[in-house]
């Protein structure tokens, strides 16, 4: 082939793939979701399954996703996971507890030789966060910071458009930033007062316990249920007017705003972006005044914290977008 004619057939090789769909699956402790995209957004139904048990069972169960969608025409296949993920050959190289035995696989060779498809592997937080650093209006920013709230805390750093990696896959690990010094909490990583052990939802079980402790039952029916406690019923009692529940919601919001604000110092970001199953209970003008209230004012100023344009579905569009960004070259 002429080089001419080979260079029109790049064009016309890129072309398509920019028009072509990828297949986005979140593989999470409980259930793995699936969803073909195209521009950043959902095409499609979704699918999804429970989570196997077992490193073979999920993968058989990730084949079995992709074979349903096999109808469509693919460019490729991303998947979202728990764990520290080396992105170019899609190994899970840092262990997770919602997915025991998992790390080592070699998911993206697994996963290619059984699919015949591209496959890109990502971080399920930075996947979130790759997503939503391309909503409109942030496409051009020069740092969002995107922070997964949920039974822990992930996070994902974007840089004019790019995720950051750091030197070893492991950047923006930031539910393990460090907010307190006395020892107090065993984070999950073994190490104490982490940024997670305090802003996760089992942080605001554990705040919850604290602050519970010699408080009588006349004073709130969360009192006498501490061994059951959950996030959503120290939420619903504060919605429901209860002071003590307030209490401890004001008291978490407190400690995720200790989190951004040393985020918010290294990095100095356009915006801040919460997703994850707690990001509906946080009040986003109370967060944004306590984290301005403790920035330097050059950093305050620049402050801005939204909720997730993506909802559920960031980890979804993230993978599959880094999978059809990669073959136009675009993440590189
Ligand atoms: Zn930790």
Same mark, same amino acid.
């Given at each position: 082939m002429s080089r001419a004619k080979g260079v029109e057939a790049n064009k016309i090789d890129t072309l398509a793939k920019s028009h072509m769909p990828a297949l986005g699956i979140d593989l999470g402790g409980t259930k793995i979701r699936a969803a073909a995209v195209r521009d950043n957004q959902i095409i499609t139904e979704s699918q999804q399954i429970p989570t196997p048990d077992g490193r073979d069972n999920i993968i058989d169960g990730l084949v079995e996703l992709v074979n349903k969608f096999r109808t469509d025409v693919l460019a490729g296949v991303g998947i979202a996971t728990a764990g520290i993920v080396n =992105?170019?050959?899609?190994?899970?190289?840092g262990s997770t507890g919602n997915l025991p035995g998992w790390s080592g696989t070699q998911l993206k060779t697994v996963m290619e030789s059984r699919t015949l498809l591209p496959v890109h592997v990502e971080n399920d937080a930075n996947a979130a966060g790759y997503a939503e650093a391309r909503v409109t209006g942030l496409r051009s920013k020069r740092c969002v910071v995107t922070v997964t709230l949920g039974t822990g805390i992930g996070g994902g750093i974007v840089l004019h458009g790019r995720l950051f990696r750091g030197s070893n896959w492991a950047a923006g690990e930031v539910g393990h930033i460090k907010i307190a010094m006395e020892n107090k909490r065993l984070c999950t990583c073994g190490l104490?007062?982490?940024?997670e052990a305090y802003g996760s939802g089992r942080g605001l079980i554990q705040t919850a316990k604290d602050l519970l402790e010699g408080v009588s039952d006349e004073q709130t029916p969360l009192a006498s249920r501490t061994t059951e406690l959950t996030t959503h019923s120290i939420f619903a009692a504060s919605a429901d007017g209860d002071l003590m529940a307030q209490k401890i919601v004001e008291r978490w919001h407190e400690h995720v705003s200790h989190g951004l604000v040393n985020l918010a110092h290294v990095l100095n970001p356009d915006c801040f972006v919460i997703t994850g199953g707690l990001s509906e209970f946080i009040d986003f003008r109370l967060l944004e005044d306590m984290v301005i209230d403790h920035c330097l004012p050059t950093v305050g100023d620049s402050i801005e914290i939204r909720q997730s344009a993506? =909802?559920?579905q960031a980890g979804i569009i993230g993978a599959a977008q880094f999978v059809i960004d990669e073959l136009l070259h675009l993440n590189k």
């Open positions: =992105g170019d050959t899609g190994e899970i190289i104490f007062d982490c940024w993506l =909802g559920g």
